[in-house]
């Protein structure tokens, strides 16, 4: 497997998943009164970061093997 293939799609889909957080926090911005609600929204891209940053390392690697294991069935038959 290529580990700066799975890190470079892992930080390009943080990124992405930070700016869906930002916009879900302008978007979905509550007027609680509790302090804790109203923070809240702060961490939409962070959460959205480490989602999307997770997500995309999973889907490259698992792409990766599914290449590798094409591969290796290719070159038995």
């Known amino acids: 497997m290529n580990i700066r293939q799975i890190i470079g ?3 390009v889909t943080a990124g992405i998943g930070a700016l869906l957080g930002f916009g879900v926090a302008k978007i979905a911005a509550p007027e609680f009164v509790s302090q804790r609600y109203q923070e809240l929204p702060a961490k939409y891209p962070v959460i959205g970061a480490v989602a999307g940053a ?14 590798q294991r094409d ?7």
């Open 9 to 11: 799609s892992a930080i």
């Open 54 to 67: 997770i997500v995309g390392g999973c889907q490259c690697a698992i792409l990766q093997l599914k290449n």
């Open 71 to 77: 591969r290796e069935d290719s070159s038995h038959h």
